[in-house]
């Protein structure tokens, strides 16, 4: 049994793509959304991929790299998505007002804030469109601990995936920041900053394998995981949190003992997916590879001639009977960092 994972970042953005087959018929999810061109550049690789329909559509949080026109792949797929996953806190409405009033802040200038502000309202309402059009797609909300996918919960699932993160005092946090701007006479601000404390981070389970899916998740939230959840893990793939940079790591992580590192049957494969020419920070690839772990970083080379440079993905194959994952494909703009053995 095989989970085909396809972990996208050419310099700015990210999407994930993942596969699977179940009672004979493909399944197929996105986590996060990064689609220039009116979504038409992941709409178009889903297609290649044989994908017309998906089982969920996850927005982690309200960043602009990983929610850009996320409506028109959602319209583009128009009654095709069984279910939408965001990091909740508030109303959908209340989020809408506060996207409004940032981009009304904005002006004239900031145009990455008012492509965000518009990305994060126009789904909204097409999310409310589709519910009402088509009865889907099912929406949900994470915090805490909570099993996402399948719904209905069965006994043994192909894959299940359950949300880690965000917890209530990270969560909280980011709300107060966005209820305090929707106030009458309150200031819309960016909270660039505030939106990774409400990120979501989930778990794949595969048969026997595990993947870390770490979005934009930071050190508050990965802290507060409980000590029961941390000593079962054992992923065979993770997606490296906050594009490699420090703040999406915490004390111990990808140390040679650390949680995210148990090498039984093998250490993580680690992704990261840059941010700009400012992430990841030499820093933690060096901790990630002293842990055992081969990294690769996706859009870090220029590719002459190519049609979609966006398209810069690793393509990993994760093997559910032996709980092991390896890379089958990746693109020329991907660089490897191999695993550094410790000194004797």
């Given at each position: 049994?095989?989970?085909?994972?396809?972990?996208?970042?050419?310099?700015?953005?990210?999407?994930?793509?993942?596969?699977?087959?179940?009672?004979?018929?493909?399944?197929?999810?996105?986590?996060?959304?990064?689609?220039?061109?009116?979504?038409?550049?992941?709409?178009?690789?889903?297609?290649?991929?044989?994908?017309?329909?998906?089982?969920?559509?996850?927005?982690?949080?309200?960043?602009?790299?990983?929610?850009?026109?996320?409506?028109?792949?959602?319209?583009?797929?128009?009654?095709?998505?069984?279910?939408?996953?965001?990091?909740?806190?508030?109303?959908?409405?209340?989020?809408?007002?506060?996207?409004?009033?940032?981009?009304?802040?904005?002006?004239?200038?900031?145009?990455?804030?008012?492509?965000?502000?518009?990305?994060?309202?126009?789904?909204?309402?097409?999310?409310?469109?589709?519910?009402?059009?088509?009865?889907?797609?099912?929406?949900?909300?994470?915090?805490?601990?909570?099993?996402?996918?399948?719904?209905?919960?069965?006994?043994?699932?192909?894959?299940?995936?359950?949300?880690?993160?965000?917890?209530?005092?990270?969560?909280?946090?980011?709300?107060?920041?966005?209820?305090?701007?929707?106030?009458?006479?309150?200031?819309?601000?960016?909270?660039?900053?505030?939106?990774?404390?409400?990120c979501i981070g989930l778990l794949l389970q595969y048969g026997n394998a595990q993947v870390v899916l770490g979005s934009d998740?930071?050190?508050?939230?990965?802290?507060?995981?409980?000590?029961?959840?941390?000593?079962?893990?054992?992923?065979?793939?993770?997606?490296?949190?906050?594009?490699?940079?420090?703040?999406?790591?915490?004390?111990?992580?990808?140390?040679?003992?650390?949680?995210?590192?148990?090498?039984?049957?093998?250490?993580?494969?680690?992704?990261?997916?840059?941010?700009?020419?400012?992430?990841?920070?030499?820093?933690?690839?060096?901790?990630?590879?002293?842990?055992?772990?081969?990294?690769?970083?996706?859009?870090?080379?220029?590719?002459?001639?190519?049609?979609?440079?966006?398209?810069?993905?690793?393509?990993?194959q994760v093997d559910g009977d032996q709980g092991t994952a390896r890379v089958v494909e990746k693109s020329a703009n991907v660089?490897?960092?191999?695993?550094?053995?410790?000194?004797?």
């Open positions: 049994m095989i989970l085909d994972l396809f972990i996208c970042g050419p310099g700015y953005g990210e999407t994930i793509i993942c596969r699977w087959e179940e009672e004979g018929r493909l399944h197929a999810g996105v986590i996060d959304c990064y689609g220039p061109n009116y979504g038409l550049t992941v709409y178009d690789w889903l297609l290649e991929l044989e994908i017309s329909q998906l089982e969920f559509l996850c927005v982690t949080h309200p960043h602009l790299d990983h929610i850009y026109n996320a409506y028109w792949v959602l319209e583009l797929l128009e009654g095709s998505v069984s279910q939408l996953w965001w990091w909740g806190g508030l109303t959908p409405d209340a989020y809408i007002v506060f996207c409004d009033k940032l981009a009304a802040a904005c002006g004239g200038g900031e145009g990455r804030l008012r492509s965000r502000a518009e990305s994060v309202r126009r789904l909204f309402i097409e999310i409310a469109r589709q519910e009402q059009k088509f009865g889907i797609p099912l929406v949900r909300t994470s915090a805490r601990i909570k099993q996402l996918y399948p719904i209905p919960q069965t006994t043994n699932p192909v894959l299940k995936i359950t949300a880690f993160s965000p917890w209530d005092d990270s969560l909280m946090r980011f709300t107060k920041e966005v209820v305090s701007s929707i106030r009458v006479g309150g200031k819309a601000t960016s909270d660039e900053s505030l939106a990774n404390l409400a998740i930071e050190a508050s939230n990965w802290n507060s995981l409980p000590d029961a959840f941390t000593s079962s893990l054992r992923p065979c793939v993770v997606k490296v949190s906050h594009h490699g940079s420090q703040n999406g790591t915490c004390a111990g992580m990808w140390s040679m003992s650390g949680f995210l590192c148990n090498q039984q049957p093998q250490s993580p494969i680690a992704v990261i997916t840059p941010w700009h020419n400012v992430l990841p920070d030499e820093k933690v690839i060096k901790q990630i590879v002293g842990s055992g772990s081969t990294v690769f970083v996706t859009g870090q080379k220029n590719t002459n001639g190519r049609g979609r440079p966006w398209l810069s993905y690793v393509h990993v660089v490897v960092y191999e695993p550094v053995p410790p000194l004797s």
